[in-house]
């Protein structure tokens, strides 16, 4: 089954209501297994980049690094 346009996907999402309303523990744990199963078929996973930009200001510094590299935001400034 595909995923939908916000990344669930429907059968999982079917499955975790239904184990929510399953008052069988044993019935629930079998419902737990298979959408962990289905979640590792799937590979569901969400990348997440967050660029840490660190800068500093004080005395004895010519100029600011930042913006220096086209590659890299981060780069040593000179100092005085």
Request: charged share 20%; hydrophobic share 45%; net charge neutral.
């Given at each position: 089954m595909a995923c939908t346009p916000n990344g669930g996907y429907p059968d999982i999402d079917g499955l975790f209501r239904e184990?929510?309303?399953e008052p069988d523990r044993k019935k629930r744990e079998?419902?737990?297994?298979?959408?962990?199963?289905?979640?590792?078929?799937?590979?569901?996973?969400?990348?997440?980049?967050?660029?840490a930009f660190l800068n500093a200001t004080g005395r004895g510094w010519?100029?600011?690094g930042l913006g220096l590299s086209p590659i890299t935001a981060i780069r040593r400034p000179t100092r005085t």
């Open positions: 184990q929510g309303s079998a419902i737990l297994h298979k959408i962990q199963q289905l979640m590792h078929d799937k590979a569901i996973f969400a990348p997440l980049f967050e660029p010519r100029e600011s």
